[in-house]
């Protein structure tokens, strides 16, 4: 019979496989020109007082100079009870590329949900908390790419929140703006909240002058700060605007409010 | 008989000599999807008090050649719901057969519920977020327009970057600058959807799909739309511009050898 082809792989070749790797490296360097991430702008901001933490978004989701839509909440409860969340006393805002926060917020919720199964108690938010960072830095060569803060009710019943960086560096602090709008924000609140550059009157010049000291404040306040650093945010922040969602979270539950901004 | 199966269906050693491996390179890297190649423009769509109305041309071009005149950007899924591609064609095909095997095994499994428009979103919106994750995108802009489990209407984006937003208008790409515009005159939030009819809602699509025509230079003046309903989906393929007019070209001056 006459000789047949052999069927046998080529030399060299990795053969017929299937899946085939890669045996000879590349030369010079291959250029992508795939951006894995956007920002989808807005901003976030949360304040916790005695009893309360108060965490607010705008609604408003950009792309470019384009609005993709008027109504994107960047606040999620995290835990309780099924889709809904039923019962949850926690509460996370994402800001910066919305498909990264929504990855996250699902990976989040997915783990307190497992924790109460698991242990058949409710996780603390500084459990919470700790675990949030976690998963941001192990993704730490390819990050998630958002400002989150988490918001809830500390052991001893005060207000807790925390914040973090894209790589899960984080810390717990009675204030914090992050988003498109935070260098706007987060001066406005340094001022309100924590009383920087205020003294009491009449207590001196230069070093004698006595910082006045912080204090929690109370709900009302605080919701009244919130509203007027977005409405602020808003007159000079293009892509912050068209409504306002609050998440009041105290020992009772979450309270939710919005508020329209303008939409222009 | 040749009894090696990896060599089945190759030409011959014996008779076109043994085959050079060079032709058909197989050990380089994978390639990605780095820029779209074949793609279709806008998709526009708008919600109404009882469905959604969604919409998208015919055209499939090759950069500025308009290549396939015939090309279907609409897709129907198990009569519930509608995906609107606009992006690159060949993934759209890849995911039209995802979303074909998706169907099948849907109807294999269970009959009660079947896939509403919302779960069609999630899964699609996953399967784009893995892919770019991946660094291996599906290079589309889809929307997926249909009902969700309570029957209201649904309309939601998910793109390339896997990010996903829902508003009672959309439009991708051209039409995200010239139809936004117009659909959210008529649709300027939630609460007017339940105010709009069926008819004006596919009276102002059609609207935007002429001004799309005018002014997007890769658009074509066939084009599909479909309106989604509880009773069903209603989907015409092969719908041709009415009431062009032309009159504001007169006007137009500075162009070309037009100097005055």
């Given at each position: 019979?006459?000789?047949?082809?052999?069927?046998?792989?080529?030399?060299?070749?990795?053969?017929?496989?299937?899946?085939?790797?890669?045996?000879?490296?590349?030369?010079?360097?291959?250029?992508?020109?795939?951006?894995?991430?956007?920002?989808?702008?807005?901003?976030?901001?949360?304040?916790?007082?005695?009893?309360?933490?108060?965490?607010?978004?705008?609604?408003?989701?950009?792309?470019?100079?384009?609005?993709?839509?008027?109504?994107?909440?960047?606040?999620?409860?995290?835990?309780?009870?099924?889709?809904?969340?039923?019962?949850?006393?926690?509460?996370?805002?994402?800001?910066?590329?919305?498909?990264?926060?929504?990855?996250?917020?699902?990976?989040?919720d997915t783990i307190v949900k497992?924790?109460?199964?698991?242990?058949?108690?409710?996780?603390?938010?500084?459990?919470?908390?700790q675990r949030l960072s976690h998963?941001?830095?192990?993704?730490?060569?390819?990050?998630?790419?958002?400002?989150?803060?988490?918001?809830?009710?500390?052991?001893?019943?005060?207000?807790?929140?925390?914040?973090?960086?894209?790589?899960?560096?984080?810390?717990?602090?009675?204030?914090?703006?992050?988003?498109?709008?935070?260098?706007?924000?987060?001066?406005?609140?340094?001022?309100?909240?924590?009383?920087?550059?205020?003294?009491?009157?009449?207590?001196?010049?230069?070093?004698?002058?006595?910082?006045?000291?912080?204090?929690?404040?109370?709900?009302?306040?605080?919701?009244?700060?919130?509203?007027?650093?977005?409405?602020?945010?808003?007159?000079?922040?293009?892509?912050?605007?068209?409504?306002?969602?609050?998440?009041?979270?105290?020992?009772?539950?979450?309270?939710?409010?919005?508020?329209?901004?303008?939409?222009? | 008989?040749?009894?090696?199966?990896?060599?089945?269906?190759?030409?011959?050693?014996?008779?076109?000599?043994?085959?050079?491996?060079?032709?058909?390179?197989?050990?380089?890297?994978?390639?990605?999807?780095?820029?779209?190649?074949?793609?279709?423009?806008?998709?526009?769509?708008?919600?109404?008090?009882?469905?959604?109305?969604?919409?998208?041309?015919?055209?499939?071009?090759?950069?500025?050649?308009?290549?396939?005149?015939?090309?279907?950007?609409?897709?129907?899924?198990?009569?519930?719901?509608?995906?609107?591609?606009?992006?690159?064609?060949?993934?759209?095909?890849?995911?039209?057969?995802?979303?074909?095997?998706?169907?099948?095994?849907?109807?294999?499994?269970?009959?009660?519920?079947?896939?509403?428009?919302?779960?069609?979103?999630?899964?699609?919106?996953?399967?784009?977020?893995?892919?770019?994750?991946?660094?291996?995108?599906?290079?589309?802009?889809?929307?997926?327009?249909?009902?969700?489990?309570?029957?209201?209407?649904?309309?939601?984006?998910?793109?390339?970057?896997?990010?996903?937003?829902?508003?009672?208008?959309?439009?991708?790409?051209?039409?995200?600058?010239?139809?936004?515009?117009?659909?959210?005159?008529?649709?300027?939030?939630?609460?007017?959807?339940?105010?709009?009819?069926?008819?004006?809602?596919?009276?102002?699509?059609?609207?935007?799909?002429?001004?799309?025509?005018?002014?997007?230079?890769?658009?074509?003046?066939?084009?599909?739309?479909?309106?989604?309903?509880?009773?069903?989906?209603?989907?015409?393929?092969?719908?041709?511009?009415?009431?062009?007019?032309?009159?504001f070209a007169e006007r137009i001056?500075?162009?070309?050898?037009?100097?005055?």
């Open positions: 019979m006459a000789s047949v082809f052999t069927g046998a792989p080529p030399q060299g070749g990795p053969g017929y496989s299937f899946k085939q790797t890669p045996t000879v490296a590349l030369s010079g360097e291959r250029q992508h020109s795939f951006y894995p991430y956007t920002d989808n702008g807005g901003s976030t901001l949360g304040i916790s007082g005695a009893d309360f933490t108060i965490l607010a978004g705008d609604t408003r989701s950009t792309h470019g100079y384009n609005i993709n839509t008027r109504y994107a909440p960047k606040l999620f409860k995290i835990g309780g009870e099924g889709p809904e969340n039923k019962g949850s006393r926690i509460v996370l805002s994402v800001v910066g590329f919305a498909a990264d926060g929504d990855a996250l917020k699902e990976r989040l497992m924790y109460k199964y698991q242990h058949g108690k409710s996780i603390t938010v500084a459990a919470c908390a998963i941001l830095y192990n993704k730490r060569f390819f990050p998630y790419y958002v400002h989150a803060i988490l918001g809830g009710i500390d052991e001893d019943g005060k207000g807790a929140l925390y914040s973090y960086d894209p790589v899960g560096s984080y810390e717990r602090e009675q204030c914090r703006a992050a988003g498109a709008a935070a260098s706007l924000i987060m001066p406005f609140l340094d001022n309100q909240v924590n009383l920087k550059n205020q003294y009491e009157p009449g207590s001196g010049t230069g070093h004698d002058l006595q910082a006045k000291l912080a204090q929690p404040l109370p709900r009302k306040d605080v919701e009244d700060l919130v509203r007027d650093a977005f409405t602020s945010a808003v007159e000079r922040h293009i892509e912050v605007g068209d409504g306002l969602q609050m998440m009041i979270i105290t020992k009772d539950g979450i309270e939710e409010t919005f508020t329209p901004l303008k939409k222009d | 008989m040749n009894h090696f199966p990896q060599a089945w269906g190759r030409p011959r050693d014996d008779v076109y000599g043994s085959y050079d491996h060079s032709h058909f390179q197989t050990n380089g890297p994978n390639q990605h999807t780095q820029s779209p190649i074949v793609t279709g423009t806008s998709v526009v769509a708008a919600k109404f008090k009882d469905g959604v109305v969604i919409a998208a041309d015919n055209l499939a071009s090759y950069g500025s050649l308009a290549r396939f005149t015939d090309v279907k950007r609409l897709r129907k899924f198990n009569d519930q719901v509608v995906v609107g591609f606009g992006g690159d064609v060949s993934d759209m095909q890849y995911l039209d057969r995802l979303l074909l095997s998706l169907d099948i095994r849907e109807n294999y499994s269970s009959t009660e519920n079947p896939l509403n428009a919302k779960n069609l979103h999630t899964y699609l919106a996953k399967v784009m977020y893995k892919r770019r994750s991946d660094f291996n995108p599906l290079w589309n802009h889809l929307l997926i327009a249909g009902l969700d489990g309570e029957d209201k209407p649904f309309l939601a984006s998910a793109d390339l970057l896997g990010t996903t937003f829902s508003s009672p208008t959309l439009a991708t790409g051209f039409g995200g600058h010239l139809a936004q515009p117009i659909l959210r005159k008529l649709l300027p939030d939630e609460a007017s959807v339940e105010r709009v009819s069926e008819e004006q809602a596919v009276e102002v699509v059609k609207e935007c799909m002429k001004v799309l025509f005018y002014r997007d230079a890769r658009s074509m003046d066939k084009y599909s739309i479909a309106v989604i309903k509880k009773d069903g989906v209603e989907l015409k393929e092969d719908e041709k511009l009415e009431n062009q007019s032309w009159a001056r500075g162009y070309g050898t037009q100097t005055a």
